[in-house]
């Protein structure tokens, strides 16, 4: 069989060619290679998400196998669950022996130190159901009915504060679908339901959590570092995003359905003057002090190694050395093995070396590297705020951890259908991310802010210290 091999267009033969068919060529050469490094995008050379590529495609893990077993190997530290004091215990049952084991001769006493074993399991659920008797009582001087009252904090619906926060978290926490909700209460709490329940709970939910949510909201703009990231959402037949603000002690969800920098305006305000850890897309260029994520940069570094230019290919391994040196120096720093004043001398050789290569690529004429190495070294600045700040990390992986949970939310829901539940998908998010943050039982939290808005009293805080 003969096999064709696609002909090389070298600088020879392009030489041979007018001008004009010369230019044309070159043109198609550029998108040709445009396209094959579009093609060649994987989650390692791009912002592509890890979501996109199948594990099976992942390549091999270049860390050899220690062809250890898997599991626990010997000696190493034991984990098994403790057990609890005897009078804790639902029910103690003393297992006695009646006979020798070897002569079976008859056995009597007991043991003061017996082997302890115990069996954990849960009790058969009954809900708890209370029933408030409304008597009507006739006046007998103006004959006027008049009917008892429901007590104060007593909802007019049929569920109760621990029941509502139980659905809300099912739904946002856990990722259930309103049907397996219902499914759930009726099969394993005997709880009677339907989805169209499981809506109703749902917006209490909501109502309960909401005045915690605009109270986060609203301290959004006294933060000094934020991490934020947004992620393409779906609510009903229009593309939204959801975005994500990474403050301190809590974090914060907002689903709207534009990605411009209106939203930033609309929850920071234009004149937030605070450090915004986030990616290079242009809605963060205005608001506050950009740190430029790091991580970002290194997979553009390696789609620039990856690409078929050797020119492109160069640079990308010449950036790529100096970006490794300096994770390298912010892990160590990170954990304590350097002092930071040592770790800012240790970046200023390695700042120096790559101003100067993005400096070579932007007037490198080469169409692949000006354009990015000119935004880059414009705005040089952003990529080293991590330097002079204190506190800000030279990456954004906190908002992006943060956006996980919710993005496999949305993969397993297909997005929300309207305005109401894309309400409740942000502030459930935002209540079970804070308190995750804060070591708070979300359960517990949630349960305290419907109790209160069935009561009319003030919600819970999520902000420390109030």
């Given at each position: 069989m003969v096999m064709s091999q696609e002909p090389l267009i070298t600088e020879e033969l392009l030489a041979r060619q007018s001008p004009e068919a010369q230019a044309i060529i070159r043109i198609l050469l550029a998108k040709i290679a445009e396209l094959e490094s579009r093609l060649n995008k994987?989650?390692?050379n791009s912002s592509l998400p890890p979501s996109v590529e199948h594990p099976h495609a992942k390549p091999t893990p270049q860390q050899q196998k220690s062809g250890k077993k898997q599991g626990g190997q010997p000696g190493h530290t034991k984990f098994e669950r403790a057990l609890i004091p005897t009078e804790q215990c639902a029910e103690v049952v003393a297992v006695v022996p009646k006979a020798c084991r070897r002569c079976g001769e008859r056995l009597a006493g007991s043991d003061p130190q017996p082997l302890r074993h115990q069996v954990w399991e849960i009790p058969e659920i009954t809900p708890l159901v209370t029933e408030y008797q409304r008597h009507r009582l006739t006046c007998p001087g103006c004959s006027t009915s008049t009917c008892g009252e429901l007590p104060a904090g007593v909802p007019e619906s049929q569920a109760g504060p621990r029941l509502v926060a139980l659905v809300g978290l099912l739904m946002g926490c856990f990722k259930q679908s309103k049907r397996r909700v219902a499914l759930f209460l009726e099969q394993i709490l005997n709880q009677p339901c339907s989805s169209g329940w499981v809506v109703k709970l749902q917006n209490q939910a909501t109502a309960a959590a909401t005045p915690a949510y605009e109270e986060l909201a609203s301290n959004l703009p006294t933060q000094s570092v934020l991490g934020i990231d947004e992620s393409p959402h779906k609510e009903a037949r229009l593309k939204s995003w959801l975005w994500t603000f990474v403050a301190n002690t809590y974090t914060l969800f907002a689903l709207r359905t534009t990605r411009a920098a209106t939203v930033l305006d609309e929850l920071l305000t234009k004149n937030y003057k605070g450090v915004v850890n986030c990616d290079r897309a242009k809605m963060y260029w205005k608001i506050g002090r950009p740190q430029w994520c790091w991580a970002h940069l290194k997979?553009?570094?390696?789609?620039?190694?990856?690409?078929?230019?050797?020119?492109?290919?160069?640079?990308?391994?010449?950036?790529?050395?100096?970006?490794?040196?300096?994770?390298?120096?912010?892990?160590?720093?990170?954990?304590?093995?350097?002092?930071?004043?040592?770790t800012l001398q240790l970046m200023q050789p390695i700042r120096k070396t790559i101003d100067s290569l993005l400096l070579r690529g932007a007037f490198s004429e080469n169409p692949r590297l000006v354009g990015?190495?000119?935004?880059?070294?414009?705005?040089?600045?952003?990529?080293?705020?991590?330097?002079?700040?204190?506190?800000?990390?030279?990456?954004?992986?906190v908002s992006e951890r943060a956006l996980r949970p919710a993005v496999i939310w949305r993969k397993l829901s297909f997005g929300t259908q309207s305005a109401r539940g894309s309400r409740f998908v942000e502030t459930i998010l935002t209540v079970v991310e804070t308190c995750r943050r804060q070591s708070r039982n979300s359960f517990q939290f949630l349960t305290e802010a419907v109790t209160a808005h069935f009561e009319g009293k003030p919600a819970p805080s999520l902000l420390t210290g109030v």
């Open positions: 994987t989650p390692r997979r553009d570094f390696q789609a620039l190694i990856d690409h078929p230019d050797p020119q492109v290919k160069r640079l990308g391994r010449d950036l790529m050395r100096p970006t490794k040196e300096l994770f390298r120096h912010w892990a160590r720093c990170r954990d304590g093995t350097v002092t930071r004043a040592k990015m190495c000119n935004e880059l070294s414009n705005h040089r600045d952003w990529l080293w705020t991590f330097l002079d700040v204190k506190g800000v990390e030279p990456t954004n992986n």
